[in-house]
Each structure stands twice: as structure tokens, then as C-alpha cells.
């Protein structure tokens, strides 16, 4: 037996129930349920965890304070920070709580972005603009020892942070809940990304659902633009006669490319037409996506449109539960 390994475990133990974990968030915002599910969730595994409050004091004149609202000493903390904030309010508001995080002394500080804003600006794509998604990674940078997101808008965004920083993926909750609610639709299934950047997406989701026992094709869509965010012509590759068409995507702004693939689709003669988005904007409303079937939408924005639910408040839940415990979160989705 070796005694030294098993005290430095038993001492790693001790330590992280003497510490504990917190989960922060604003309770005034729109996604507090979010960060109090986690909580609940980390309650029924964890010894020592708790959910604190963050105080916003706005003054006359518009600026704001913030103001964490309980011991976070020697903590392993995880602020779980509000993705329906006005973009501008949420980045300002994330660099002063994590500011105020690092003068309260925790043994650890976690960001977890349910929907990471200006992730779409990830690249240099004209002279004289900013790469908003690098900014913001070096901001976070400063602060926290690591991060997490979920449907990272490109993957390479991760390689902008100093520090760990994990991107999950969403398809196991929507497998989970396909096979539960929608069994009929997983026959005779195609996959449809709406644009050659979503290809490895739609891929990477056909295989989870080969590990499963089903069998799904894949289709993509080509698309051109006639400025931003309004779509000139879209063209499908990829048999779709027939079939149970699911079109899979991590970001609805207005929804133009995905409104003008289902018409294209039904076209050419598909079955029924299935949306699932992680992050919902719907900058547009969403009385306008009634050409769908149906439409999924996950919890990590608030929506207003009559849409189903997927929940991603277990799959967060538990990366960070593995990340507390020093386990492996690739096996959450291999």
C-alpha cells in the first residue's frame, strides 16, 4: 500500500469539502433559473455547495456596481453569467464581477457562458475591424482559471483563452430527448446543416446518434448573401425525398437562412421539417418559423416563441461537477 499517495488523496478530499464550491449569479436576470438548476443539480451530488447572489447597484447616470453577496473565501466558484443580457451590458458586467471575484479570495474561479456573445466576430475578415471573440478571451483570461461554453459558434475560438477553457456540445440532451418525445421522426432521418460551416456539426451529430442504433444521412445547404444577414438563393445537397428532415444549428439570429432551407426542403419533397438551435436570438420574433414542423430550442436563451425545450442544465451540471472532482468531461459526449 502506499501511504503517502493515499493521505495526499485523502488530504485533496478534506480540502475540497473544507472549500467547498459556489455557484454565483444574478438573481434579477432572466437566466437565474439556469444557474439555481445547477445548483440543484449539484446539490444531489456534491457535500458542500452553495448558490450566492450578485448585487447590482445602478447609479443616476447609468453606470453600475457590483456586488458579490456572500463569503466566496477559499471557494471553488463558478459564476454562471446571464447570456439574456443586452451584449454590451453582459461583457461590462462580466469583466466587474470577475474583477470583484478576485478581491474576495477564492481558491478558484470558473466562467461558465451558457451562450458565449461576439463568438461570430472570430475572425479578421476586412481591414480596421475588431476580432470581438479574441478581446473577449483575453479579458476572461485575466480573471479566471478556466472556462466552459456550450456550442462554441466556431471551435477554434477556444485557442484565443490563456487558460482551460471546455466547449460541450448540446446533442446529448437532444438525443435524450428525441428518443423520448419523438421517436417517430428517427426513422428515415436526415440530418440538414444550412451552410457548409455547420457540416462538421451536423457530422459529429450523426455519429452520437450511430452510437444510439440510429441511422441518419446527412445534408447541406449552400447559401449566398446579399448583405449581412439578409440570404440570396440556397441549394441542398443531399437526398431529401421523403425523409424526416432535422436541421441542427447553433445560433438563430433572424432566422433567414434556416426559414428559406425548410421552404427549399419541403421543395423537394421532404417529410416533415425539424428545427434544433442551441442559442435563440430570434432578433426578428418568432412568429415566422410556422413552416416548421416543429422547432427545439435549448434553455440557454430565453424565448418567447410557443417552441419545445431541451435543457442543458444537466449536461452543465455535470461538467462541472467533473471539473471539480478532477474527472474526465469527454466522456459526456464519446
Request: with cysteine; hydrophobic share 40%.
Amino acid at each position: 500500500m502506499n501511504c503517502d499517495k493515499d493521505y495526499k488523496a485523502w488530504n485533496f478530499f478534506l480540502d475540497m469539502i473544507r472549500e467547498g464550491v459556489a455557484i454565483i449569479a444574478d438573481p434579477k436576470g432572466e437566466g437565474y433559473y439556469f444557474a439555481k438548476g445547477i445548483y440543484e443539480y449539484l446539490k444531489t451530488k456534491m457535500i458542500d455547495v452553495i448558490l450566492v447572489d450578485i448585487e447590482k447597484f445602478i447609479f443616476k447616470d447609468n453606470e453600475f456596481k457590483v456586488r458579490i453577496m456572500d463569503n466566496i473565501r477559499r471557494k471553488k466558484c463558478f459564476i454562471i453569467h446571464d447570456s439574456n443580457k443586452n451584449p454590451c451590458e453582459w461583457y461590462t458586467e462580466l469583466n466587474f464581477i470577475l474583477e470583484a471575484m478576485t478581491f474576495s479570495s477564492p481558491s478558484e474561479i470558473n466562467v461558465v457562458l451558457p451562450y458565449t456573445r461576439f463568438a461570430r466576430q472570430d475572425r479578421k475578415e476586412a481591414s480596421r475591424v475588431s476580432v470581438n471573440s479574441k478581446a473577449l478571451a483575453d479579458m476572461v483570461s485575466k480573471y479566471a482559471d478556466r472556462g466552459m461554453t456550450v456550442d462554441l459558434h466556431a471551435a477554434q475560438i477556444q485557442e484565443f483563452f490563456d487558460i482551460p477553457f471546455d466547449n460541450l456540445y448540446s446533442y446529448p440532451a437532444l438525443i435524450d430527448f428525441l428518443e423520448q418525445n419523438y421517436r417517430e421522426i428517427l426513422g428515415n432521418l436526415v440530418i440538414v446543416s444550412p451552410d457548409i460551416g455547420g457540416a462538421k456539426r451536423a457530422e459529429s451529430f450523426v455519429k452520437r446518434l450511430a452510437r444510439r442504433g440510429i441511422k441518419a444521412d446527412i445534408a447541406i445547404g449552400f447559401k449566398t448573401r446579399e448583405r449581412e444577414n439578409i440570404v440570396g438563393e440556397i441549394k441542398i445537397m443531399g437526398n431529401v425525398e421523403g425523409k424526416n428532415c432535422l436541421l441542427v444549428d447553433d445560433i438563430i439570429d433572424t432566422g433567414g437562412t434556416m426559414i428559406k432551407t425548410a421552404e427549399v426542403l419541403k421543395q423537394k419533397g421532404a417529410r416533415n421539417v425539424f428545427a434544433y438551435v442551441t442559442h435563440g436570438l430570434f432578433t426578428e420574433g418568432t412568429e415566422k418559423f410556422g413552416i416548421f414542423d416543429k422547432v427545439l430550442v435549448s434553455d440557454t436563451l430565453n424565448c418567447d416563441g410557443n417552441f419545445e425545450v431541451v435543457s442543458l442544465i444537466r449536461i452543465f451540471g455535470e461538467a462541472i461537477y467533473r471539473t471539480v472532482m478532477g474527472k474526465s468531461l469527454s466522456v459526456l459526449f464519446d
